[in-house]
């Protein structure tokens, strides 16, 4: 009786007696969610256009940043003053090394896998994310980085509000991050609905054999689609870069997006966001709320069982397509 | 010229279905099986027995466990090292509450105890397909690395949260805890490892292993031929976790000799999904191979360097061993997809025809 209570009734209690406590764990959830949902949209977009699991999108979040952490130090070294916008020459110089990992991965590793199993091209991905860690590692070194926030003119610090009868305080950053990611979704969708290549990226992930057969070129796609993966990623390591050091630890993260992948279906983008915020906010709330109960640290598999109880009832995710099955 | 079946008559269909129709592979594979359980233990070093021979043994297992899943049925999980720690925890708990009964017999019994846990997440394989169900095996690796850190009645309540193996004989001879010699162990693992390929390769030639590959294939196809999908999906389940646990408690027995959650953590299930891939999907002796291989391409990337006499400082090294690594499989999964099983086979049709290119 007494664990019913505590797991049905108290919890509950809990939330409505102190609102600005539900309240605070409610946005700390959803800027997780938020996160998460950048490294999902990272994967979908590759998963849309090539059908290819990408399990590398975790590293590239940390290659990224540290290639902008890099890149900066080095402009420092070389006596550009940060007045000079050197932060943003640095992103500049970082968006081309994307590209040319983009190109790299088209030409050395998808070019020659075209038209293997799913399967083949996943466990490729593993082979790019060993390489990326150990390159990283080898030009950057293994230790843990700071963001360069100030530099880009990112928001520091927190606003608090007195709201419900208590503090909710919310970091700058955060909401910085939710508004960037809103204008990247908004700006990739737009992206996809209105432009040629958006439209022929839409082609590709309807039909690779149909694609083709109107003219479009698949490894011209293929970049395409890695370099806005890469930017993704981007923008995502900086996000998370801000909140914590960079290191090679953040690259697990990326496994925490694959719930939020199956949840909002592969081939969804909105479902990304959605899913990111179900799953940030389950998690925090589970943690928070009924963690304590089965011992802490639930938090590293109850994203797993949402999205697993979900996936019993739509096996293709929320907003995955139909799955049809023929013979 | 010595390798081709010229004057070998078949006289009846067991002979004609035998896993090994040529008696050139017999001899091979008694050579084989005669050297690695007297020849090595002879003449092979402490070193070799004990960090190279009995982990690529245990993983060859858990690469078979993990090939029958993937490999034979199609079901992609990422969740081995979990059920190769069921079976390790289960194996500490049986000897620790009957310390009287042979560890060996404690060794099979924690394969049970993984093959439930298996069947219990893989239930949702009905449903859900593919990636899906890789990411949905994701949850039984995370949850039961969690279950392995807080719940402490399955290391006795240790502060260390660790398991120390304590020592078990069998036949009068130390086979597990600190005094084992590294022969003794390497003999044991051994017999485990060949009893247990035994009975998979048995398994997957005959009807079961036809109906997992059905599965494979196509699984409506599977299911309209009569087939059932439910148990037969359970079935390799059950048995692919059976053999995970099996080698995970050969892992903390009789390799690692003490253990904690860290043991079995998600790289471990890569490390072996890694195994099976470059060894080939859907073979055996594929599996074998993929350990070798993985296991042991970073040892001779760690000797090699000191054996020409060229000095690189330790944490260059482990880069570069990531970055060999990584450019490695991409290069094999282009050069050879099906693995090195495959290398194996053409390699041996060239031997059979040589010296005519067919």
């Known amino acids: 009786m007494d664990l019913l209570y505590n797991i049905f009734i108290d919890p509950f209690v809990q939330m409505v007696q102190l609102p600005d406590l539900f309240v605070q764990t409610l946005w700390e959830g959803l800027v997780s969610g938020v996160l998460y949902a950048l490294i999902a949209l990272g994967f979908v977009l590759i998963f849309k256009a090539s059908g290819v699991f990408n399990f590398a999108q975790g590293i590239m979040v940390v290659f990224a940043a540290l290639t902008l952490i890099g890149i900066y130090t080095l402009l420092r070294g070389w006596g550009v003053r940060p007045g000079d916008l050197a932060a943003f020459l640095a992103l500049g110089l970082t968006i081309g090394v994307m590209f040319v990992l983009a190109f790299g991965v088209e030409r050395l590793m998808l070019r020659p896998l075209v038209n293997q199993p799913d399967i083949i091209l996943f466990m490729a991905t593993f082979g790019l994310t060993y390489f990326l860690i150990g390159f990283g590692e080898l030009v950057f070194g293994g230790d843990p980085k700071i963001m360069i926030t100030e530099d880009l003119y990112l928001p520091k610090g927190s606003i608090d509000f007195k709201i419900l009868g208590g503090l909710v305080s919310l970091q700058k950053i955060d909401i910085a991050a939710a508004v960037i990611a809103s204008v990247m979704v908004a700006t990739l969708a737009v992206f996809f609905q209105k432009t040629r290549i958006g439209r022929a990226l839409r082609a590709v992930a309807d039909s690779h054999k149909a694609a083709l057969s109107v003219g479009i070129s698949l490894e011209q796609i293929w970049v395409i689609v890695w370099f806005a993966a890469g930017i993704v990623a981007l923008a995502t390591g900086i996000m998370w870069g801000a909140r914590s050091n960079v290191s090679f630890a953040l690259q697990i993260i990326a496994l925490k997006a694959l719930p939020v992948l199956i949840l909002g279906g592969f081939t969804s983008i909105p479902g990304a966001i959605v899913g990111g915020v179900i799953i940030g906010v389950g998690e925090k709330i589970g943690e928070f709320y009924w963690g304590p109960l089965l011992g802490s640290g639930i938090e590293s598999w109850l994203a797993y069982v949402i999205a697993l109880v979900f996936l019993l009832f739509r096996p293709q995710g929320l907003f995955g397509e139909r799955i049809i099955e023929r013979i | ?358």
């Open chain 2, 1 to 358: 010229m010595f390798y081709r079946e010229a004057g070998q008559y078949k006289s009846s269909y067991e002979a004609d279905a035998a896993v090994f129709p040529l008696r050139q592979d017999r001899i091979a594979i008694a050579a084989i099986l005669l050297a690695a359980f007297v020849l090595l233990p002879l003449v092979a070093s402490d070193f070799v027995l004990s960090s190279v021979m009995i982990p690529i043994l245990i993983f060859s297992l858990a690469a078979i466990a993990l090939n029958i899943l993937t490999g034979y049925t199609g079901l992609i999980s990422l969740g081995t090292a979990g059920f190769m720690g069921v079976g390790g925890y289960a194996c500490y708990k049986l000897t620790s509450i009957f310390p009287g009964i042979n560890i060996v017999v404690h060794i099979a019994l924690s394969g049970f105890f993984a093959a439930g846990i298996g069947v219990l997440f893989g239930l949702p394989s009905l449903r859900i397909k593919g990636f899906y169900l890789a990411v949905a095996t994701l949850a039984a690796q995370f949850f039961l690395s969690w279950c392995f850190i807080r719940v402490a009645w399955l290391y006795n309540y240790n502060v260390s949260g660790a398991i120390e193996v304590p020592t078990r004989t069998l036949f009068g001879v130390t086979i597990t805890g600190p005094t084992a010699s590294p022969q003794a162990r390497y003999l044991v693992v051994l017999c485990f490892v060949v009893v247990m390929t035994w009975l998979a390769s048995n398994l997957v030639h005959g009807r079961i292993g036809r109906m997992w590959m059905a599965v494979r294939d196509m699984d409506i196809a599977a299911e309209l031929i009569g087939i059932k999908l439910y148990q037969t999906k359970l079935l390799a389940f059950a048995v692919s976790s059976f053999y995970c646990g099996v080698a995970g408690a050969l892992m903390v027995f009789l390799w690692l000799g003490a253990s904690e959650a860290d043991s079995f953590n998600i790289n471990q299930s890569f490390l072996i999904l890694f195994m099976v891939i470059i060894g080939g999907l859907g073979s055996l002796v594929g599996s074998f191979f993929g350990a070798a291989f993985i296991w042991g391409l970073p040892i001779v990337m760690r000797v090699a360097p000191e054996y020409f006499g060229i000095t690189i400082n330790s944490a260059t090294v482990e880069h570069l061993q990531f970055m060999v690594v990584g450019v490695l499989i991409i290069f094999f999964l282009i050069v050879e997809p099906h693995g090195l099983a495959r290398l194996w086979q053409i390699g041996k049709q060239k031997l059979r025809v040589w010296p005519f290119p067919y």
